[in-house]
């Protein structure tokens, strides 16, 4: 599942364009942002605060066994390397 | 007695402009999702570095000797362009690095807190509930993880 700071229709229309059937979650306020500790200060491109990009696999213990945090934000966890993360699961 | 020293194209300026704009057509290529993506940015920066060598080059020769590497004005404008490529290049290096460096964020073996956030149609959803079942799931067998994926915004 998906957090952005994007309010619930932005993210609406984004997964109605790219198919995305998966939960979409909204943090207005970077509320949860701020509790994982992953908020970028005016990083948006009019200045606001946004989520940095970051990964995390949690078990149902909510337990985290897998983190990706990027250096670029033009660079991100691919498909298969968190497909392969949740297959190393047990 | 005509002009016999004869006139040649000045490559190095070339060269220089299309690594510069090679430098910047770096960015294009994450939209492809390479497999070794995690070298772009530095392949970017390389570009662009080994573009500011050819260019100076270039320039040299226009400059001094003009005779044999025409153009001085024609270089300059090349030269100038080349070299707002190189910037934005690199200014999109640091730009995309300047990330916060979140070391308050929850690691492999802690527990990642709970929260509760509205969801596309406005539905209030919490970590917890997304390791219910299902509900199109008539086995009942719950998800045995949950990807949490964070990211910039959608504009």
Sequence with gaps: ?????????????????????????????????????????????DGHDIA??????????RVVRWVNFTEDVRVRARGDEMLAAAKGLR | MPDMIESRRNWALWLGFLLALGALLCNAAFFLNPPAQRAIPWLSVLLAGV????????????????KVYRGKF????????????????IFSFFQARAIPASAGAPKVGQKAPDFMLADTSGQPVS???????????????????????FYRGYW
């Design chain 1, 1 to 45: 599942m998906a957090i952005s700071v994007d309010p619930p229709q932005v993210s609406r229309d984004l997964c109605r364009k790219a198919g995305y059937t998966f939960t979409f979650l909204s943090d207005p306020n970077a509320e949860v942002i701020r509790r994982y500790d992953l908020l970028h200060v005016g990083g948006g491109s």
């Design chain 2, 51 to 66: 573009a500011l060598i050819f260019l100076v080059r270039g320039l040299q020769r226009a400059f001094g000797q003009p």
């Design chain 2, 127 to 149: 970590l917890a509930q997304l390791f219910a079942p299902a509900s199109g799931d008539s086995q009942g067998v719950p998800p045995k993880a949950v990807l949490l994926v």
């Design chain 1, 52 to 61: 940095r990009p970051a990964e995390f696999l949690v078990d149902s213990a």
């Design chain 2, 74 to 89: 024609l270089s300059s404008i090349l030269a100038l362009v080349s070299l707002l490529l190189v910037g934005v290049a």
